[in-house]
C-alpha cells in the first residue's frame, strides 16, 4: 500500500515520539539500577550516568544481611496475598450483583456507594475505628480498612455488563443453573482480565503500603517491607547528621557512602518483586483496562 508524504511524515512522527517516551521511562530505571552496584563517589560526582561505574555490590550485601529486611518481605507477602485474597472475595460478587438487570435497588445501593467516594470521616475517626475494634498491632489492621474501593467496583461492574451478556446469564438459569452457579461457572471463567487488574492495583497498593502499619502497627515483628526500609534511609541520615554535628569527618564520609550504597539498593529491592510479575499479567492488564473503548 503506497502511503502519501503526509502519512509517512505522520508515522515517522509516531515512531519518533515513542522512543523518546520509551527512553524517558527507561531511563531512570537504568539509573538507579546502575547506581545500586556503582561507587557512590562515581555516581555523587557525575560520571556515572548510564553504566556502572567502579561495579560494587556492597549495598545489596547490607540490604539482604539485615534480618529485618527478611521479617518485612514475608510480612509484606503475607499482608499482599491475604488482602488481595479479601479484595477479590468482596468485589466480584458484589460487582456481579450490581450488573444483574433483576436486581432491585440497585441504583439506591450505587447512590449510597459513590457517596462514600466524596467523603471520608478523616484521619482521627479512621484510627479510633480500628482502635476500637480491637485491630491494632494486627495484620487486620492493615488488609481490612482497604479491602475495597468504590471505583473497583464500579469497573467491574462495567466488565461485567458489557463483557457478559444478560441472554447468556438467562439461557444458564433456562438450563437449571442457580444464580450462584452462574457466577462461579459463567462469570468468573470470562472474567480473567478484570480479575487480572484489579488484583495487580490493590497488590501494588498493598507492596507500598507504609502510613497504614506506621498508624497502627507497635510490634516490629509485623511491620511491613516498606516501612522497615523508611526506617533504614532515616536512620542513615540521621546518623549522617549526628556526625556531621560532631566532627568526625572520616566517619561522616564512610556513612555518607554507606547511606548513598543503601539508597538506591533499597529502591531495586522494593520494586523488583512487582516488576517480575507485571510481565506474566500484561496480556490480562492490558485488556482490562481498555473497558468502556467502542467495539467494532
Same mark, same amino acid.
Given at each position: 500500500?503506497?502511503?502519501?508524504?503526509?502519512?509517512?511524515?505522520?508515522?515517522? $512522527?509516531?515512531?519518533?515520539?515513542?522512543? #523518546?517516551?520509551?527512553?524517558?521511562?527507561?531511563?531512570?530505571?537504568?539509573?538507579?539500577?546502575?547506581?545500586?552496584?556503582?561507587?557512590?563517589?562515581?555516581?555523587?560526582?557525575?560520571? @556515572?550516568?548510564?553504566?556502572? /561505574?567502579?561495579?560494587?555490590? *556492597?549495598?545489596?550485601?547490607?540490604?539482604?544481611?539485615?534480618?529485618? #529486611?527478611?521479617?518485612?518481605?514475608?510480612? =509484606?507477602?503475607?499482608?499482599?496475598?491475604?488482602?488481595?485474597?479479601?479484595?477479590?472475595?468482596?468485589?466480584?460478587?458484589?460487582?456481579?450483583?450490581?450488573?444483574?438487570?433483576?436486581?432491585? &435497588?440497585?441504583?439506591?445501593?450505587?447512590?449510597?456507594?459513590?457517596?462514600?467516594?466524596?467523603?471520608?470521616?478523616?484521619?482521627?475517626?479512621?484510627?479510633?475505628?480500628? /482502635?476500637?475494634?480491637? @485491630?491494632?498491632?494486627?495484620?487486620?489492621?492493615?488488609?481490612?480498612?482497604?479491602?475495597?474501593?468504590?471505583?473497583? #467496583?464500579?469497573?467491574?461492574?462495567?466488565?461485567?455488563?458489557?463483557?457478559?451478556?444478560? *441472554?447468556?446469564?438467562?439461557?444458564? *438459569?433456562?438450563?437449571?443453573?442457580?444464580? $450462584?452457579?452462574?457466577?462461579?461457572?459463567?462469570?468468573?471463567?470470562?472474567?480473567?482480565?478484570?480479575?487480572?487488574?484489579?488484583?495487580? $492495583?490493590?497488590?501494588? &497498593?498493598?507492596?507500598?503500603?507504609?502510613?497504614?502499619?506506621?498508624?497502627?502497627?507497635?510490634?516490629?515483628?509485623?511491620?511491613?517491607?516498606?516501612?522497615?526500609?523508611? *526506617?533504614?534511609?532515616?536512620?542513615?541520615?540521621?546518623? =549522617? =547528621?549526628?556526625?556531621?554535628?560532631?566532627?568526625?569527618?572520616?566517619?561522616?564520609?564512610?556513612?555518607?557512602? #554507606?547511606?548513598?550504597?543503601? /539508597?538506591?539498593?533499597?529502591?531495586?529491592?522494593?520494586?523488583?518483586?512487582?516488576?517480575?510479575?507485571?510481565?506474566?499479567?500484561?496480556?490480562? $492488564?492490558?485488556?482490562?483496562?481498555?473497558?468502556?473503548?467502542?467495539?467494532?
Amino acid at each position: 500500500m503506497n502511503r502519501s508524504l503526509s502519512d509517512r511524515m505522520f508515522v515517522t $512522527f509516531n515512531f519518533a515520539f515513542t522512543l #523518546i517516551l520509551l527512553a524517558v521511562v527507561l531511563y531512570p530505571l537504568a539509573y538507579i539500577l546502575s547506581a545500586s552496584i556503582s561507587n557512590p563517589l562515581a555516581v555523587n560526582s557525575g560520571q @556515572m550516568w548510564l553504566w556502572p /561505574k567502579g561495579i560494587t555490590f *556492597e549495598g545489596y550485601a547490607r540490604v539482604f544481611q539485615n534480618a529485618e #529486611i527478611w521479617m518485612g518481605f514475608r510480612n =509484606t507477602l503475607l499482608y499482599t496475598l491475604l488482602g488481595t485474597a479479601i479484595h477479590l472475595a468482596i468485589l466480584l460478587p458484589c460487582a456481579f450483583a450490581m450488573s444483574r438487570k433483576d436486581m432491585r &435497588g440497585r441504583s439506591v445501593i450505587l447512590v449510597f456507594l459513590l457517596v462514600t467516594m466524596f467523603f471520608n470521616g478523616g484521619l482521627i475517626p479512621n484510627y479510633l475505628l480500628i /482502635k476500637n475494634l480491637g @485491630m491494632m498491632d494486627s495484620w487486620l489492621a492493615i488488609v481490612l480498612p482497604n479491602a475495597i474501593g468504590i471505583w473497583s #467496583i464500579i469497573v467491574t461492574r462495567t466488565f461485567f455488563t458489557m463483557n457478559i451478556p444478560h *441472554e447468556l446469564q438467562e439461557a444458564a *438459569e433456562i438450563d437449571g443453573c442457580h444464580l $450462584f452457579g452462574v457466577f462461579l461457572r459463567i462469570a468468573l471463567p470470562l472474567a480473567g482480565p478484570i480479575i487480572a487488574v484489579m488484583s495487580l $492495583f490493590h497488590a501494588v &497498593g498493598l507492596w507500598n503500603q507504609y502510613f497504614a502499619a506506621m498508624m497502627y502497627l507497635s510490634d516490629r515483628s509485623l511491620f511491613p517491607l516498606q516501612l522497615i526500609l523508611r *526506617e533504614i534511609l532515616i536512620l542513615q541520615e540521621m546518623n =549522617t =547528621t549526628m556526625l556531621m554535628n560532631g566532627d568526625q569527618l572520616d566517619s561522616l564520609a564512610e556513612q555518607a557512602r #554507606i547511606s548513598d550504597i543503601l /539508597k538506591y539498593a533499597v529502591m531495586i529491592v522494593s520494586a523488583l518483586p512487582l516488576l517480575i510479575v507485571y510481565p506474566f499479567l500484561q496480556r490480562f $492488564f492490558v485488556k482490562g483496562v481498555l473497558i468502556g473503548s467502542l467495539k467494532g
